[in-house]
């Protein structure tokens, strides 16, 4: 316990309070109008009765508080590491699924379409098959709108959790 620990503690305050508006008084209705009514001054004392246990038993109270708080840090810290690496795994997961939608599956589902379009001219093939070409050529168009839907959300998230 140091000396300043052993001291006592002063503490000097002031009041002062004010009434406004009606207020019933010994069964009257009296009308404040706000002027300073009360006023009084407060001291306290306080004495350490019990020497040093009590402010050494505190100060290892904020201690471990403080470990607490720094161990809930790290944890939270690692927390949003792995979420930022589980986003920037989606996006290169989406870009790649991207580029294989503009490198191969659009190209392929365009060529469909333009194979569809002349049989069905032509008379080679019947409205269901050039119905069933259209539809594919729309599930991968739809595809690759979503894998791009897919990408800017996780660029979202990305920006979220560098912002929190």
Do not use: C
């Amino acid at each position: 316990m140091t000396k300043t620990e052993a001291l006592p503690d002063f503490t000097l305050g002031y009041f002062i309070q004010s009434l406004g508006g009606p207020q019933e008084r010994d069964g009257q209705v009296v009308n404040y109008n706000g002027v300073p009514r009360f006023q009084g001054i407060q001291l306290g004392i306080s004495l350490p009765l019990f020497g040093g246990k009590v402010y050494k038993a505190r100060n290892e109270a904020a201690n471990w508080q403080v470990q607490a708080q720094q161990k809930n840090r790290e944890y939270l810290q690692a927390q949003l590491h792995s979420q930022l690496r589980g986003y920037a795994g989606q996006y290169t997961f989406w870009q790649s699924n991207i580029a294989y939608y503009r490198n191969s599956a659009l190209p392929n589902a365009r060529s469909i379409v333009s194979n569809a379009t002349r049989g069905y001219q032509s008379g080679d093939i019947g409205y269901v098959e050039y119905a069933q070409a259209l539809q594919t050529n729309l599930d991968i168009q739809k595809a690759y709108l979503e894998a791009i839907n897919n990408a800017n959300q996780a660029v979202i998230s990305i920006q979220y959790l560098i912002n929190q």
